[in-house]
């Protein structure tokens, strides 16, 4: 029988602005690393329902997801594994914005190439959405599906 480690789900948001991306500016392992606005999916959430919050909570900015860019695995070294889905959007300010996560340290407007020459990365997924969303494939929302509730008999 094959081991199973545990898996994560994640979301992440690609927003992109004049050749600039929306990057968020937090600490990994004790170093400052560079990620998209992204988090953990929560219990009861859909991964569009995830991914709104995520960039609400971490840059106080609204997000509206217009596709998604496709899911990424990405293994750990404890052996755990990520499944991280991308949607690319767009950003409006929030009427009332509340306060930012404080494990974000500040936000950055960066084209790719100056991210990654001047950036340690949180992931090697930070820049696959990156090249995925300038490539071009997008697949529309309703390719996500939602959450669907089991009915107890």
């Known amino acids: 029988m094959t081991e199973r480690l545990p898996c994560h789900i ?3 948001a690609v927003i992109e602005r004049e050749g600039r991306f929306l990057f968020v500016e937090e600490t990994d392992g004790g170093r400052r690393v560079l990620n998209q606005p992204a988090g953990h999916l929560d219990a009861r959430e859909d991964l ?22 496709g899911c990424d695995l990405l293994e750990l070294a404890s052996g755990a594994v990520i499944l991280r889905t991308s949607f690319c959007g767009s950003t409006t300010p929030l009427p009332s914005p509340g306060p930012r996560d ?21 992931s090697p997924l930070v820049m696959r959405s990156i090249h995925r969303y300038q490539a071009g494939p997008r697949l529309p929302l309703a390719a996500v599906g ?7 008999p």
């Open 10 to 12: 994640t979301v992440a």
């Open 102 to 122: 404080p494990a974000i340290h500040a936000l950055h407007w960066l084209t790719p190439e100056a991210a990654e020459r001047d950036w340690p990365l949180r």
């Open 48 to 69: 569009i329902e995830a991914v709104i919050r995520e960039v609400r909570e971490e840059t106080s900015l609204a997000f509206t997801p217009e596709a998604t860019l």
């Open 146 to 152: 939602g959450l669907v509730r089991a009915v107890t």
